[in-house]
């Protein structure tokens, strides 16, 4: 089972996630997915993913501006599908525009975590959510 799969278009902030990731003292596996259409045929084993175990993520990080299918777009899918409606899912995004954090939060997400604008911060933010989302969340598994 992957623990995180993160959602991410910009080649940069996935090999930062990448970076800091592995530097945490604990073991994480995750997935980076670089677009919205190959997301949902990864939660729902569709496509390229047909053959994977039918197993979901522990959490889902997800950019909300992704090009083809939007961020928006892979919550309202998830949500939708008995599979993944109890998914965890965490907006992480570069936007603190209130009517993105709205529309996030109407769409179904867990949490919504702004971008921090520094490495060393990008990285104890990245600590925080895996402690909680990934060790103190209790969550419902659908198979």
């Not at 990080?61 to 992704?66: G, K, Q």
């Not at 949500?79 to 409606?85: E, G, M, Q, S």
């Not at 996030?104 to 975590?113: C, K, P, T």
């Amino acid at each position: 089972m992957v623990d995180v799969l993160y959602i991410e278009d910009n080649a940069d902030d996935a090999d930062i996630f990448s970076r800091l990731i592995r530097k945490l003292n604990r073991t994480i596996t995750y997935t980076i997915i670089s677009n919205g259409s190959e997301a949902i045929d990864y939660l729902t084993g569709q496509g390229r993913y047909d053959q994977q175990a039918n197993t979901l993520p522990k959490l889902l990080l997800l950019d909300l501006n992704l090009n083809g299918l939007s961020g928006i777009d892979v919550v309202h899918r998830a949500r939708a599908i008995d599979k993944t409606r109890f998914l965890p899912i965490v907006v992480f995004s570069t936007s603190d525009n209130p009517k993105d954090v709205e529309s996030a939060y109407e769409a179904g997400v867990n949490a919504y975590v702004v971008k921090p604008g520094s490495y060393v911060a990008t990285g104890i933010t990245i600590e925080q959510l895996c402690g909680f989302w990934l060790e103190t969340n209790i969550r419902i598994d659908y198979k």
